[in-house]
């Protein structure tokens, strides 16, 4: 994968205090003596240094992420490099630190998108769009644990090139909807493999279905966690009729949703 | 004519893109509307409208229809055959609405459209696929 131009210039950045932070932002966390994303994409709500307390970062392991999409730990020590750095937002550095962080080369949890000096073309959009969605979707690799991971990258790729050959200048896979996906596959690592394929505009749609007309499926939009699901199952008490159930969730109160409505058992595995 | 009301045992064919297809099973995406673009309603073709004596020769028919249509047919994509009685009596049973009506087009004039689809098209598109009767290549 080749690295996209826009993230030519990109600098390092320094340190800055936690002030001015939102709940929701979202970061790209690695470690850079790995090229493997190790950690992946989070979005935080709260940050806690270990202890249970708000704001700035300490050394030790540093818990992200505890509010809606769940709980990511990250030890300190990291260096975010290029390669993590596939945020499609607005160009902002944000790093915190406390004097353990505040080295050279020491731990930063960043947010950004790189300076870029030479005029933005369609192409390079184009070329961000890729790799974003190409990244992400390696990300299924880091889940050992999702003993389908190889069969989800390859079922992705190939509604990636599908999408594109139907729209070549479209970016394949809608990035947030493949993010808040992979998301809930980190948050949910004993799912059974799904079916899945593509909305007309680009977005997951994952379907688990059962030769009893049991059927959950999920599409997963744009924004942030957000979901729409549908449940249909057999009326135990009417064979002819199926009780439905749909409605919108984020991907971290899904599966409550599984629970009330008694289905947990052909989801997972 | 245009805004007939196709019931009963007629029958309409939807294109299945790649996208919508895996493992050659049509998943249920293929009856979603493109919300980004702002499809009021799905696309079909009305069958008996061709006027062909036999399936196979409506499937061909259709095929070429969607070579003059369409920029791309993946070579996975499929034809999805959906009997209207048996799409109303699904999708209605729910308390949803549906209608199918035609719609001709000058170089598509068994060109017909599913409407009321937006609402609660996740559950709708879920029934609807539950309908389909046949499936055929979309290329030869």
Known sequence: MSKPSAYKTHKRFGVEQEAGRTSGDRYFIDDSSSREPDIGVCDIDTVADGTGSLGTITAGTVVVGTGSLGTVAVDTGFVCTWSHFIEQAPIVADSRNTAAFNQEGQGNLIRYLPEREDPFTQADLLDIDDYQVQELILRFNTLPSITYHERLVDRLFTLFG??????????????????????????????????????????????WRSEQNLVFSVHFLLTNGDVRFVILKPNDMHSKKQIRHSGTATIDTLMDEVESSNIRDWILE | MKN??????????????????????????????????????????????????????????????????????????????????????????GGRHLEILHDPLVDDQSHSQMYYLKEDYMEIGELIFQTVQETYPART
């Open chain 1, 162 to 207: 599908d999408a594109r050959e139907e729209e070549p200048f479209s970016p394949g896979i809608a990035v947030g909807s493949l993010r808040n996906f992979y998301n809930f596959f980190q948050l949910n690592t004993n799912l059974k493999c799904p079916s899945i394929s593509l909305t007309p505009d680009d977005n997951i749609y994952a379907s």
């Open chain 2, 4 to 93: 007939d009301k196709i019931t009963g045992n007629n029958h309409v064919a939807r294109l299945c893109h790649n996208k919508h297809v895996e493992d050659e099973q049509i998943l249920p995406t293929a009856f979603h509307l493109n919300l980004r673009t702002g499809e009021n309603g799905l696309s079909v073709n009305w069958l008996e409208s061709l006027a062909c004596s036999n399936r196979d020769s409506e499937i061909n028919v259709i095929r070429e229809i969607y070579t003059k249509t369409f920029n791309t047919v993946g070579t996975r994509a499929k034809i999805a055959i959906l009997n209207a009685s048996k799409v109303y009596e699904r999708v209605l049973s």
